[in-house]
């Protein structure tokens, strides 16, 4: 059998496709087959998980078991009490399974038994939901439903991170027949791109030239007795930038596109990422679905508790700390150590470098022109690369190995 792991090889696809076909044929007559799009998506899932990885499969089950109990169980909750306390134990036990994968490593050389592939994003999701029943913004929530939007084949394993209202009107509300022949030549484009980014570029980039720039940083850096940084180097950092963003890019391209022939107009990941005017600018383009839930069920809800209790007074410092905050977590979420740390600390303090300047350079009338964009798209670019440098564990190497 040939590798069925999410997007792995041109043969998934063909297969995938094909799976999809009576699916796509009924959505362009205006119906939706719940129950044959039900069973490929689960054999498509279940095939993730055979061999090898069938302990990742059991984890899975009992993880959606888990998150179904937190959420009816604070859905009742909520609608008889709405106590804080327990809006926080349900958040904290959501993110339990999560934690707990992630600091495994730190004390045992073994994985964890709870870990499976895609296990952060389905947490996401997850606390998306109980969030926004403390909210109110979502009414209520049925055991399916619920399961479908956790367990959407196409974005399983590695996002992008739906909203749960959005998927469910999506999913309720089939395309007329010209909207949805649109989506589908929208999702072969995303398609075939997805093909040229990962399979070419990203492999280019990560398979062919990565490996190289990295025996010549090691050369390097023998040759100069271990001090100073090497043009290896910083090509390193430029060609590891290059494979970072063609991979995951493809990668969630492909995503977009299968949900597009699903009829499900899932969110796009990236926008021209390397285009971007400044740190916040970039942080609008890269891994939208992430940064864009970070941003919303972080960073606003660590800024509205200081707010509410006075913590801070002035509200440049609020913010500042707010956003510490959320990529000291978004570090930690990446990894237990510390290049993904510093790496988080890293755009914090990009980021209110950033805001001080803007304040600055408001005041002060700076000019503003092409080349000063030019400028701050180049310096903005470097300033990325540097943390991707940090981010890919490389200087740990380096370093100390």
């Not at 009490?81 to 490593?105: E, M, S």
């Not at 909203?163 to 309720?172: A, G, I, L």
């Not at 850096?221 to 430029?238: D, E, H, N, P, Q």
């Not at 699903?262 to 891994?287: E, S, V, Y």
Request: proline share 4%; glycine share 6%; aromatic share 18%.
């Amino acid at each position: 059998m040939p590798n069925m792991q999410p997007y792995a090889n041109p043969m998934y696809f063909m297969v995938l496709v094909i799976m999809l076909l009576p699916l796509m044929i009924a959505l362009a007559r205006g119906v939706r087959l719940k129950v044959y799009e039900t069973i490929v998506s689960a054999a498509f899932i279940f095939l993730m998980f055979t061999g090898a990885k069938w302990q990742e499969g059991i984890a899975l089950i009992a993880y959606c078991i888990w998150q179904v109990v937190i959420v009816l169980v604070y859905q009742r909750e909520r609608q008889q009490h709405n106590r804080t306390g327990a809006f926080y134990a349900a958040v904290i036990l959501a993110i339990a399974p999560l934690a707990i994968v992630k600091l495994t490593p730190v004390f045992s050389y073994h994985p964890s038994l709870l870990g499976f592939l895609g296990i952060s994003y389905l947490t996401f999701k997850s606390v998306q939901v109980v969030m926004e029943l403390r909210d109110g913004t979502i009414k209520a929530i049925r055991v399916w439903p619920f399961l479908r939007f956790l367990l959407f084949m196409p974005t399983i394993s590695s996002g992008p991170i739906d909203r749960y209202r959005r998927f469910e009107k999506d999913y309720e509300n089939v395309p007329d027949h010209n909207d949805y022949v649109d989506m589908v030549a929208s999702g072969i484009h995303y398609m075939f791109l997805g093909f040229l980014y990962k399979f070419i570029l990203g492999y280019f980039f990560g398979t062919v030239l990565l490996p190289q720039v990295a025996q010549a940083a090691m050369s390097q850096k023998m040759a100069m007795g271990g001090t100073g940084i090497s043009w290896a180097l910083v090509g390193y950092m430029y060609c590891y930038s290059m494979y970072l963003f063609f991979d995951f890019a493809g990668y969630s391209l492909f995503a977009v596109s299968i949900s597009y022939l699903m009829g499900i107009r899932t969110p796009q990941n990236f926008n021209k990422p390397f285009l971007a005017g400044n740190i916040k600018d970039f942080w609008n383009r890269w891994h939208m679905s992430l940064s864009f839930w970070f941003r919303d069920f972080v960073f606003m809800r660590v800024t509205f508790y200081i707010m509410k209790h006075r913590l801070i007074k002035k509200r440049v410092h609020i913010s500042q700390v707010a956003y510490l905050i959320n990529f000291l977590i978004m570090g930690f979420w990446h990894g237990v150590t510390w290049y993904y740390i510093v790496y988080g600390l890293f755009h914090a303090c990009a980021i209110i470098i950033n805001d001080m300047w803007l304040r600055k350079k408001k005041k002060s009338h700076l000019p503003s022109n092409r080349w000063t964009k030019a400028l701050a798209i180049g310096i903005t670019f470097n300033v990325v690369c540097l943390s991707f440098l940090i981010f890919s564990g490389f200087l740990d190497t380096l370093w100390f190995h």
